[in-house]
Structure formats: C-alpha cells, structure tokens
C-alpha cells in the first residue's frame, strides 16, 4: 500500500507540475498575442485614419445597400454617416449614366471580378461631383460576393478642366472656321481691290503722260517766275502720281505672279554711277551731300536685271533725300565673297534723316504702311515703294535689313548674290595667283577639315594631296572636339551646317577650352549661302574667316595662307567679331552725368540680367509661346537703356516673328552668347 500511495502521490506532482507549466506558457502566449493584437490594431488604426483622410470607401452589401461610409464620403456627398448606413447608392444618382453603363458595373461585380470607371455623382444638396471608382467584391467560401468595398477618388476639378479644354477647342474651332471665311472674303475684296487699282493706273498713265509733256513744252516758253511755279508744282505733282502709278502695277504684277527678273550682263560700276549722279542736282537742292563709295574689289560686270536693280537703288536714294533735311547720304557697296561662278555684294544707303519711329520700324515693309502718318511735312507716298523693293530683293535671292534711330538716320543693307558672265571668268582665271608658292611660303602645315558632304571631302583630299599638305578629314563637330584631344593641327576647315554638333557649336567648344593648346587654332568657316547673319555669328564666335563653297583649289590655298600669316580679307572685317555690343551715349545722357547713378544703373543690368535669361530659358523649355514673347517684349525694356543692338533685334523676332521651339532655342542661344560678351565689356 505504502508503493501504491507513493506512486499516486508521484503522479499527482508531476501532473500537478505540468499542468502549472502549461497554464504558465499559455498565459505568456496570450499575453503575447494580446500585445501583437494590440499592435495590428493600432497600425489598422492609422492605415484607416489615413485612408479616411485620402479617400471616399464605402462598403455595400450584395444588394447596394451601404452599411459602411467613411468621414470622405459623408464629407463630400453632402449626407451624415448615419443618413447613408442602410440606404442604396441610388440615393447618389445623378441621372448622367445611362442604364446599360450600370448593368455593365453590376454583371461585372456579381461575377467577382473588379470594376473600375468614372462616374458621376449628386449630392445631398443637388450639386454634381466627379469620382474614380474601383469597386472590388469580397467572396465567401463558394466563391460568390457576399459584399462589396467602393474605393473613390475625387476628379470634380479634373474634369471640369477637361470640360472647359472641350468648350475652349469647340469654340476655337468656331473661331477658326469664321476667320477661314473672313480670310477668303477678305482676299477675294483684295483681289477686286487690285485689279481695280491696276486697271485706273492703265487708265491714268495715258493723262500723265499727256501732262507731262504739255509741261515740258511749257517750260521751254517765256514764264513769270509765279508761272514757273506752278509748272514746278505740276512737274512735282505728276512725277509723284507717276511713281504711285508704277508702284501700283509693279504691286499687282507680284500678286499675281508676272513679276519677272531679267538675267543680263550688267556693269554694276556704271550703274552705281549713273543711279548717285541723277539723283546728286536733287541732294544738291537741299543742301545734301550725297556720294557713293565701293569696293575697288568689286567686278565690273554682274549677272541681273539692270532695271530693277536701278529701281531698288533709285527708291532708296530717292527716300533718303525726302527724309533727310541736313547731313548726308552715303551710297556704299563692298564685296563679301566671290568665287568663280558668283559673287556677293552688299549694298547700303545710310542718311541723316529724320530716322523712323521705333514703333514703326516693325511694319517697314509691310504694304500701305506711312511712316510719318504724324509728321505732315513728312506725307506722301502709298507706303508701296519699301514693300515692293523688299519683294524685288527676295526675287533675286537677296536680302534687305534696316536699322534706324528715331532723329538720327536710317540704314538699310541689301546683300545679292549674282552669278558671274563668262569672260569675268576668264578674267577672273588671269589673275589667279601663285597657288604653289604660296603652299612653299606656308611650308608644313597639318589642316583638319570638317564637312559631312562626301563629294566635298573627295575635292579637299584631291586639294591637299596635290600640294602635298598633311590632312585629316572628319564628318561633324563631335569628331572634331574628339580628334583635338589626340592629334595637334595647324588649322580647322570648319563647316558650318553639319549634322550634329554643327561648325557653331563646334567652334564655340574649342573656343572655350582655355586649357586646351587648340583653343586659339585658326579656323576657316565654310558655307555655301554666306548670309549675312551666318558670317557675322561665325566672327562673333570667334572663326577667324569664311569660304563660299563651291570653291577653286586656289581660292582654298590662299584663304589657308591669310589667315595663317594675318592678312585680312575683302568682304566682312574681323573686327565684326570683336565689335563693340554696347553703346552706352544713351545712358549717359539719360543719367545726365551723374557718375553714381551710371554706375548704380550698370550694376543692376549686370545683376537683373542674367536672372531675366535664366528665366526666358525656363519659358523657352516649358514650351509656353505666349509667355516668351511677353517676356521678350518685357526684356527689350531692359536693353534700351543699354543698348545692345544685337539682343534687342533678337528679342523682337522672338517677340513678333518665331513660334517654333527649336528657333525659339536657337534664338536663345545666340542671344546669350551676345550677353556674355556684352557683361564681358562692362567689366
């Protein structure tokens, strides 16, 4: 017995001790699941503030009717949370969908599977809202939806934005087809106005004529000086209506498409002559000093149409001496480029005059525009004679510029490019120089050129073989920037439109590696159009000369030996790239002397400036075309107290001419490559 009650006393110890330990492990388990729910709920606490903050959820039952609704969605339907726990979505309807879109969202959902979409919604008060949707069903142990969670996101501002962006292109599109109708109504008035104007010119050239005659004879007669007079006045008057007349039919001509230019032989020292001494008696009655000035280097003959060449030249001298009251009239042209087959000329007529008005200078050659509509001494004219000459110029491949100061004078430019007669050819090849001597002048020297046309590249290599000049040839500016780290030369042959990295961008890169032994390389820019503005952006940017392609080998060989030994060139002078951007007479005399105002004025362009750029960058990038010609016309306020020329001509194209993003950069880019240098000289 004593055994047995051992035993049992043994067994109800150890089970007394097990059960304490498992009574003890369990408490702890508890107790750490307690700690663990505790933690899940806290966290499912703040996911659901968040949620509760960030978007609409409501929870419906497998009929639609709610049974959960969050603050969001009480918040934006205008109802409390207990108005909407029990009631059907349909209390949200706003009658905008129709009701297969709500068959498609319900068969969607009842076959388990999640619907997401844009919907319309009212609220208590009547207004609408928008919301995206994504309603996801919760399935129960068959697989079928027991309930379902409605996820939202409010999009009332987006789609009204989209709603006002509809209207806004509906009615543009209004606009558009309004404007197509009042441009062809227009045109079809013009047209009639044209032919109208062209056939009473026709009709009052025969009376013109007959007047001028009859004055003729007159004159030859005996007068009193009364009577002279009024023969003056009448000579005058008719001459006037005969330029109008003209002018009239030279218009309708061009609209139409029979303005023709003429392909001559013409001596263009004899025409510069004839056109200055014609008109010297009527400079000469006003006490003007007119005289004409050209290039020795010119040629004497020229490829052209001779009467229209005297009529452009003839209109110019003519306006100068109208606008011009004392001073002079200086009639230049010069020689920019020449090769075998062309040459290209620059022409201008500058005078003293009374200048143009800066709001008008725009409009220059825009028809019917008078320029001095307010100045009545200044009358006359159909504001035909700019526009024609303009048109005149563009027949011939040429372009006109002008540059004026209100007061001061006026300057228009024209560069022509003409083709060359046959025998200046051959004169031409007469006074070909030496071209292997010089190649023995220059000794070794090592050229790398740069041009992307293959044919162009056999003619340099034919070039340097012959004269036994060591070459490297490479097809764009990356090649280039990249061989000028590997090999040394002694001059670049730099086209400028390459693809790529073009001969601009090139340049500017090597100009700008200071470190770098080939930042200073010559280099020779070539081109086949030596526009005017190509070649000065070429010097600006630091090329020391230019060749018009297609070139002879001699032309190439002594462009090389110029530029190595210094000597400069007929045509556009260097110094156009060391000009000065800056005139600051304007200041100063705005300043009125007072050094600590000029100074104060001068430090806040150099600290207003480049932000202004920094911020016309940002606009150009972004894409906002409307924003950037606002900005320029605001920067050019900025530039007409120091005058930089060449900023304020880039400004207003930006302003009144480009719309394209890429000119716009382009634009920029040369712009502020012309601060730079400008910040350079105030320094």
Partial sequence: MDTLHIIIFLLLVIITFLTLYF???????????????????????????????STIVGITDKEGTIIYANKKFSDISGYSIEELIGKNHRILNSGYHSKEFFKNLWDTIKSGNIWNGEIRNKTKSGQYYWVDATIIPQLDENNKPYQYIAIRHDITKRKDNEQKALEYSKNLEIKNKELMIAKDISLNSLKQKENFLA?????????????????????????????????????????????????????????SGKFNILNKVVNIRELLNNVTETLKLRAKNKNLELSLIYDDKIPEYIISDPIRLNQVFNNLLINAIKFTDKGYITFTTRLIGQSEKKVIMEFSVE??????????????????????????????????????????????????????KFGKGTKFTIIIEFKMPEKTQEK????????????????????????????????????????DIEYTIVSNGKEVIDILDKKSFDLIIMDLQMPGIDG??????IRKQKDKPYSEIPIIASTARALKNEVEKAYKIGMDDYIIKPFRASELIEKIYNVKKGIKEAGYDKQIGKKEFINLDYLKELTMDDENFYNEIISDFKITVPKSLEELKNLIYTGKISEIKSFAHKLKSTFSTIEIEDASNILDRMELEIIDKEDFIRSFDELEQIIKTALKELK
């Fill in 504 to 509: 601009y961008k090139a340049t500017e890169s």
């Fill in 23 to 53: 009574f003890y492990h369990y408490r702890k388990i508890i107790n750490t699941l307690k700690i663990k729910l505790i933690k899940v709920e806290k966290e499912l606490g703040y996911f659901k503030y968040a949620l509760d903050n």
């Fill in 428 to 467: 031409q090849q007469q006074k070909e120089i030496d071209t292997g001597q010089l190649v023995k002048e220059l000794g070794q020297i090592r050229i790398l050129a740069a041009e992307d046309n293959v044919f162009i590249q056999k003619i340099l290599a034919n070039i340097f073989r012959k004269y």
């Fill in 199 to 255: 056939n009473i010119s026709h009709e009052i050239r025969t009376p013109v004529y007959i007047i001028n005659e009859f004055s003729g004879m007159l004159s030859g007669t005996d007068l009193t000086d009364e009577q002279k007079e009024y023969l003056k006045a009448i000579s005058l008057s008719t001459e006037n209506l005969n330029v109008l007349i003209n002018d009239i039919i030279d218009i309708t001509k061009l609209r």
């Fill in 351 to 404: 005078d003293t005059g009374i200048g143009i008005p800066e709001d008008k200078i725009g409009g220059i050659f825009d028809m019917f525009v008078q320029l001095f509509d307010d100045y009545t001494q200044y009358k006359g004219g159909a504001g035909l004679g700019l526009p024609i000459i303009k048109n005149i110029i563009s027949k011939m491949n040429g372009s006109i510029d002008v540059e004026s």
